[in-house]
């Protein structure tokens, strides 16, 4: 099993920063594609960051150039800085971990119960 806690959302003005933490437990991690999701209100849960165990990143194409997702392998720890926020980043931010369970790919989700972040205009 993984267990997450999110930590670090809070409330900023925009243009503002805020650097969000995730604190992984379980075995295998360092393997493991982790990411951040989002999701605002009567929205769907949507993807921000993604980045495997070697390091490789994905973005939204929202966040490019303004989100910097990071992993400690040795502690567990997921990380995103946020720079130049906007309002409409605006959300519930959740770590994940996506593990292939077997030869053949399949996958399962884990997933933290989140951290709010709000942008003021």
């Known amino acids: 099993q993984v267990q997450l806690v999110e930590s670090g959302g809070g409330f900023v003005q925009s243009g503002g920063s805020l650097r969000l933490s995730c604190a992984a437990s379980?075995?295998?991690?360092?393997?493991?594609?982790m990411g951040w999701y989002r999701q605002a209100p009567g929205m769907e849960r949507d993807l921000v960051a993604t980045?495997?165990?070697?390091?490789?990143?994905h973005y939204a194409d929202s966040v490019k150039g303004r989100f910097t997702i990071s992993r400690d392998n040795a502690k567990d720890m997921l990380y995103l800085q946020m720079n130049s926020l906007k309002p409409e980043d605006t959300a519930v931010y959740y770590c994940?971990?996506?593990?292939?369970?077997?030869?053949?790919?399949?996958?399962?989700?884990?997933w933290g119960r989140g951290t709010q972040v709000t942008v003021s205009s």
């Open positions: 980045i495997t165990g070697g390091g490789s990143t």
């Open positions: 379980g075995s295998r991690l360092r393997f493991d594609t």
């Open positions: 994940n971990v996506n593990r292939v369970v077997n030869v053949e790919g399949a996958k399962i989700n884990f």
